[in-house]
């Protein structure tokens, strides 16, 4: 049985829920996943580095139960889309993360010891994966994409891409303090009479 034709059993439409009722409890027991889901949200720095709204997360789980919950390990890919930090080219590529985590069983000792936000809980014997695998991924976006890891970027003068220039490409630069002599004498192409 597919993810969905489970969800759509147990009258769930989010993909990123596991029902762990499977498991039973037992340690040791465990279930793979193989299925994308829809991120729902744009992530990542706008006009830089970001995953669609749209953009199917590939998942590859494992649920595993243990004697204080769910262990879910596995990884999470997906495609996303910005600009070179070097040429402002569009960057198109995937990163994935590994997730890990352990959601606890309501009363266990994991449950009851530790704060709320330092942990993730099963309710109703159901893990929402969806903040984990967000976390993860939103923190393998490459922090500086770039179109190729050679790319030379722009010029620094007239804002050109180095890799369309002229090999021998330059700009003439006069420091400043001496440029009111070269408006008094001129510059070395004036003084050749």
Not at 18 to 42: F, H, Q, V
Request: glycine content about 8%; charged content about 25%.
């Amino acid at each position: 049985m597919t993810v969905s034709q489970q969800q759509t059993r147990r009258g769930s439409v989010n993909p990123w829920v596991l029902d762990t009722r499977m498991l039973g409890r037992r340690p040791g027991t465990s279930r793979t996943y193989e299925y994308e889901a829809p991120i729902g949200m744009e992530l990542g720095v706008p006009d830089v580095v970001t995953i669609a709204e749209d953009a199917p997360v590939r998942l590859d789980l494992l649920a595993e139960a243990v004697v204080e919950g769910v262990l879910v390990s596995g990884t999470a890919s997906v495609d996303y889309t910005g600009a070179c930090m070097r040429c402002l080219d569009p960057v198109h590529g995937e990163t994935g993360a590994e997730v890990m985590e352990l959601f606890a069983y309501p009363e266990s000792t994991t449950e009851e010891t530790t704060e709320s936000d330092e942990v993730f809980r099963l309710v109703d014997d159901l893990a929402d994966l969806e903040p984990i695998v967000r976390d993860a991924l939103v923190l393998a976006l490459p922090q500086a994409p770039l179109c190729s890891p050679d790319c030379p970027g722009l010029c620094v003068d007239c804002g050109r891409k180095w890799a369309d220039l002229e090999p021998g490409h330059t700009h003439e630069r006069i420091d400043p303090r001496w440029a009111a002599l070269r408006e008094r004498f001129g510059g070395p192409e004036q003084n050749q009479d």
